[in-house]
């Protein structure tokens, strides 16, 4: 079973910023979030991952709580072509092969 | 980089009949990846390799599906006596070793008729 949980959807307005939340409230300290989304009928992208540090790409920021349990992804700018699922997961660094993707969230941007 | 490509995109077969799809990953990644996705889930793991070695199976894995990958460049997942509850999209990735970035292609959709 998925160890993160996400809203099933969500919906953001075209130029606003689109704010994902994901609960991990059982992530062990050396356990990486990661993000990755699934845009229609395409494999899944990698988006960002981070540790405890909240970090930014040219994609999206990630934001993780102090006691790391849960974290945000962030696009600052959402555009229509940034509907798709988001998947939060975590994992270790050397065992990321095992991901283990939830149902996600649905993230619909309109215009 | 011309990104991990999946052949064929889609496939329809009869039940009992057997499949092969193939995968060539990005040209310097040593792992390749195998993962299952069935409609409103996320992909589930089924298999790695570290250049040819098959290092891990899911249990998802039963005995009528075998994946290889020799030379440690493409690979092709075979499933023989293909059953209806094998329909799904087939996700194949890659990555370095150690590398935090899986990077997928965009599947083979199965239909088992």
């Known amino acids: 079973d998925a160890k993160t949980t996400q809203p099933t959807s969500m919906d953001c307005a075209e130029g606003r910023a689109a704010n994902l939340p994901c609960n991990h409230s059982?992530?062990?300290?050396?356990?990486?979030v990661y993000w990755y989304r699934q845009i229609h009928s395409q494999g899944p992208q990698y988006i960002i991952h981070?540790?405890?540090n909240n970090e930014t790409n040219e994609m999206a920021s990630l934001i993780i709580t102090e006691d790391r349990k849960s974290s945000t992804l962030i696009l600052p700018h959402a555009t229509l072509r940034d509907t798709a699922v988001y998947y939060c997961?975590?994992?270790?660094?050397?065992?990321?092969?095992?991901?283990?993707f939830g149902k996600g969230t649905l993230l619909t941007v309109n215009p | 980089d011309t990104g991990v490509s999946q052949d064929p995109r889609h496939k329809i077969t009869k039940r009992g009949q057997n499949v092969t799809f193939r995968c060539d990953p990005i040209?310097?990644?040593?792992?390749l990846y195998w993962y299952r996705q069935t409609l409103g889930q996320g992909p589930e793991f089924l298999t790695y390799?570290?250049?040819?070695?098959?290092?891990?199976k899911s249990r998802l894995l039963s005995d009528r599906f075998s994946a290889e990958r020799p030379k440690g460049s493409f690979s092709t997942l075979e499933i023989q006596r293909t059953e209806q509850g094998d329909s799904a999209m087939y996700l194949c990735?890659?990555?370095?070793?150690?590398?935090?970035?899986?990077?997928f292609g965009s599947g083979t959709q199965l239909s088992v008729l």
């Open positions: 990735a890659s990555s370095w070793e150690g590398g935090e970035k899986l990077f």
């Open positions: 059982t992530i062990s300290g050396n356990e990486y």
């Open positions: 981070g540790l405890k």
């Open positions: 997961i975590t994992g270790s660094g050397g065992s990321n092969y095992k991901l283990t």
């Open positions: 040209s310097e990644h040593n792992r």
């Open positions: 390799f570290q250049n040819e070695a098959q290092l891990e």
